[in-house]
């Protein structure tokens, strides 16, 4: 965050360190984890943000129970931050993402992403650490009895310091800090939309097929990776020369995430042990044929390159029209309509599992 002045970093550190919230921090250990008790589910909601960030930012939503906290208010908050570039230092000696100073990092930072390093530029500990602080910011402007939007002046709060709300009762004006925080919150709030995506997909009904897509929905935003994951929940992958790159270095071994096929594979297990790859998902499935017009939410929809060996696509039909898929190297597990999901010359059918 933009510190304007040493006093204004003092009072901040010290402000903050003193803020107390229970947080309760999701963990990637199973399809539930992308909805919380609040009944705020996590997965969908964001568009134009580099894929890496789309996790972290449900995540971090999820774990706060406040319902002014969204994936987009943290994304624009991100973008005004830093650009979404983990590498970002200010002038002012702020580091990461979400630009925290090393006196509220000491409060905030913790190691979320389980890499052994609590790193401000860390995408995983940053956007949690954002999230977190946001949150109790939340928490203090809605009980502060201030006017005006508690989005606001949370986000006055992170930029200027809590104490400089309670100072003036409010977001500070234009007037103070050459109009900074003043514009940093307007800014924020102006282009929440440009980040919101479609809402999340409602599944209704039971059975084999609506359970399965309920769990691929709850995944959505988790990153591609080839060859990741499995009945267990996403992983990191392997490049096998072909696949898994992204602008020519090996990105599935660094990403934790699913692929195509271990999407589907995960969101049927147990209750239908699938095989790992598509072409044995139709294989294991093509005594159940389904005709375009008889779609049903759950059912598998595959395209080939030629013929039932050549398959190198599998989706999950979501109903309307659209589907849930890992898409490729460099997208998250995202919906979209089947027209557009992949090459319309290459559907080769759909099976009922």
């Known amino acids: 965050m933009k510190w304007l002045v040493s006093i204004v970093l003092a009072l901040a550190a010290l402000t903050l360190a003193g803020l107390a919230l229970i947080v309760m921090v999701i963990v990637d250990s199973d399809a539930s984890a992308a909805e919380d008790s609040t009944g705020k589910q996590g997965g969908a909601g964001l568009r134009n943000i580099p894929a890496e960030y789309h996790p972290w930012l449900t995540k971090a939503d999820a774990a706060c129970p406040h319902p002014e906290m969204t994936p987009a208010f943290l994304a624009s908050q991100l973008y005004q ?154 992983s990191t992958g392997f490049c096998d020369g072909t696949n898994g790159y992204l602008r020519g270095k090996c990105s599935a071994s660094s990403t934790v995430g699913f692929d195509c096929s271990s999407l589907v594979q995960y969101s049927y297990w147990p209750t239908t042990k699938l095989p790992r790859v598509a072409a044995a998902q139709y294989g294991e499935t093509s005594h159940r044929p389904v005709a375009r017009d008889q779609l049903q939410p759950g059912d598998l929809l595959f395209w080939s390159h030629g013929g039932s060996g050549a398959i190198y696509h599998v989706a999950i039909y979501a109903g309307d029209g659209k589907v849930v898929h890992a898409p490729r190297t460099g997208r998250v597990v995202e919906v979209q309509p089947l027209t557009a999901a992949m090459p319309a010359r290459d559907y080769y059918g759909a099976t009922r599992p």
């Open 81 to 234: 931050e830093s650009r979404f570039n983990a590498a970002a230092v200010s002038p002012a000696g702020a580091k990461g993402p979400a630009q925290f100073i090393d006196g509220t990092w000491a409060t905030w930072g913790r190691d979320y992403d389980g890499n052994g390093e609590i790193s401000r530029s860390d995408i995983g500990d940053s956007v949690m650490a954002q999230g977190a602080l946001m949150c109790s910011l939340l928490r203090q402007a809605k009980s502060s009895g201030y006017p005006g939007d508690p989005r606001a002046l949370a986000l006055a709060g992170y930029n200027a310091g809590w104490g400089r709300v309670e100072e003036f009762r409010g977001v500070p004006p234009r007037s103070f800090a050459r109009g900074e925080t003043y514009n940093y919150v307007r800014i924020i709030l102006d282009k929440i939309p440009y980040f919101e995506g479609p809402d999340p997909i409602a599944v209704s009904g039971n059975g084999i097929g609506a359970d399965a897509l309920r769990r691929a929905v709850a995944r959505m935003g988790t990153p591609y990776s080839w060859g990741g994951g499995g009945p267990g929940g996403p």
